[in-house]
């Protein structure tokens, strides 16, 4: 039988390693963005296989069980989520304006019928000349 270390002293010794390899996988990272583009751009016939693959609903449904019953979701948003939540929404703001620009600039040429008296069904189409304008660049953007 081969020596293996007890799971709490391999636990740590992970985590240990791990959190001081920060600095290491940052450059790593960064290096590897431009390789990670191209082979998932590729990788579109094995993503059409795998979520095709028979028996995949049941995979996914118990992979989803298995967490919920470990309570790793709970547990990782309470003791993670909050911190990392607000580290990545300030590290996302040039982001977000990036991304929302192109709905913001329809927006500001979108023509809305004239606002009738509050609760007043023509009012929805407002929110109709909205909601098209704004799918409408969503589908160009997408290109396909």
Known sequence: ???VKDLT?????WSRNAGAAATEFAANAQGAADKWGRNTQASGGNFRQAISAGNIQAKFERGVSKAAQL????????????GRYSEGVGGAQQDWSTGFEPYHGVLQ????????????????????AVGQALNAKRIAG???
């Open 1 to 3: 039988m081969p020596a």
């Open 9 to 13: 002293s391999a636990a740590q010794k």
């Open 71 to 82: 309570g790793k979701f709970a547990r990782k948003l309470a003791s993670v989520g909050a």
């Open 109 to 128: 040429t979108i023509s809305l019928p004239p606002r009738a008296p509050r609760g007043d069904a023509r009012n929805y189409e407002r929110v109709k």
């Open 142 to 144: 997408l290109g396909a």
